[in-house]
């Protein structure tokens, strides 16, 4: 006795419509999150940049402390707008040495200006001496801690 199946043809036309229809579904997924990533991406570059233009720092003041050689009297004065920062990285150059990244040591408030008594260091971790400009650069720490730094210097001569 056989039975008769008619409608093989039918069956297998909707299990390959749904295999299709799964396939782009996955397919969509996988470009959705790859696209998000890179939108998600672009948007925080954006968002730092702004907050890095909003930011006004300047070197009011530079000098050496005439007593210590190889040490600086950095002062910065920050002006209205922005938001709070992280803090200020600061790297000293003279003709053939530059100190290399040194913390700022105060996270300058709106309208705030501060002073620190800056140590030089050279790569050989000796002191650098008769340093001719120092540049300065402002960053912001992250919701995760990291920290977010500005691509744009200023430069600062030494008195």
Known sequence: MRLKM????????????????????VAVGILWVVIRGVIQGGADTIELSQKCLDIQLEASAVVPVTSESGNYSVTLARKAGGDTLG??????FNATENSGVIEFGTALGILE??????????????????????????????????????????????A
């Open 6 to 25: 008619d409608n093989k043809k039918g069956l297998s036309a909707v299990v390959a419509t749904l295999i299709i229809i799964l396939l782009v579904l």
């Open 87 to 92: 803090g200020v990285k600061l790297n000293f």
């Open 113 to 158: 200006t501060g002073t620190n008594k800056i140590v030089t260091a050279d790569g050989g971790n000796g002191i650098l001496h008769n340093a001719t400009r120092m540049d300065f650069t402002t960053y912001f720490v992250s919701d995760l801690g990291e920290e977010q730094v500005c691509s744009s210097t200023e430069t600062a001569p030494l």
